[in-house]
């Protein structure tokens, strides 16, 4: 078993659940024993660590192996350390297979953090270590719910010349994905006994026809949209809330919806979209955008000097779009080129049996260890 490999098996048995699943006095809650296990590793591999404090009232760890020289570049690893929560104690114990190793947060993302974390410590202790590139190391807390540790990078006021963000992408760079808005619906009527409905206006009804055209009008018009790498932007009904009990007529319906947007878009040019739409067709609703943060599709030029030479490194030559939203859209806000990377398949992701290959884990020690090393 390789160092890397040994290292995954450890953090996948220390529990970092997101507290947005949990209890707040739950043990298995919180990034904290992960971060108290990879300080210890960092003090032996005599590396500088400090902690961030972020709204969440959980701190983001902080990692810097500094360069023979001057520091004239700096480079960012960037995995979060927090997981999804788990259906049984079971899937925190970690088990090898055959080719895969088993366990919650296996490829999403203690994978990343076992490739990313390693690498720096092999890098300390050979002559691999860059002439002027500083590599930092940050382990964000809150991705799976708020992304709050990400969100508060801006504070640090740090420039940097790439920032490789750890996510399941089977090794390859990607450099977009899209953002996210969750929309609420309302819909108003008027409520009356339900022996006599004609006496009241069924508010989900109204909502019933407004999600029809959502779900079938709009969606259609958003699939004739394509982005050259995301592809093309997405609605889905999520949630609907509406009445008290059979026998009143609902004069009050809501729903949720998930809206997966493309670079430049804002939630104002939706609402306008959705609002002439519900006018063509006589409906009224109120739409409002219920995150209470942005959530903006990220697009990073391949043709930067600094991705173009990591993914000379993959041996990719064309830039890769994804789906779903993560940390990389905050770091990317400051004006730092990222991307996103690490080993592992998303599809794997949140899954009750989630896991990750080892030759997933050892291409991405391997890709990860040849381009530090090539860092001036």
Known sequence: MSQTVKLLHDLIALPSINTAFLSKNNSLAGEERIIDYIIGRANKAKLDTEKQQTECGRSNLIIKLAPKGKIKHRIILGPHLDTVGVDNAAMLNPKKKGNKIYGRGACDTKGSVAVMLNSIEKLSKNRGRP???????????????????????????????????????????????????????????KSAHGARPELGNNAAHLMAKCIDLIETKYAS???????????SPTINTGI????SQPNIVPDYCEADLDRRTLPRETFHTIKREIHELFKKNNLKANISNIKKFPCPAMETDHKTPWVQNFMRTVRQSKPIGVDYYCDAANIATTGIPTVVWGPGDIAQAHTVNEWITLTQIERGINILMRFLSSLP
């Open 131 to 189: 002439s002027n590139t500083e590599i930092v190391f940050i382990g964000f807390v809150d991705e799976e719910c708020n992304q709050t540790g990400s969100r508060a990078f801006q504070n640090l006021n740090m420039n940097a010349d790439l920032a490789l963000v750890g996510e399941p992408t089977r090794c390859k760079v990607v450099t977009a994905h899209k953002g996210d808005f969750w929309l609420k619906i309302q819909t108003k009527g």
């Open 221 to 231: 018009r958003l699939r004739k949209i394509n982005h050259p790498i995301l592809g």
């Open 240 to 243: 609907i809330k509406c009445g």
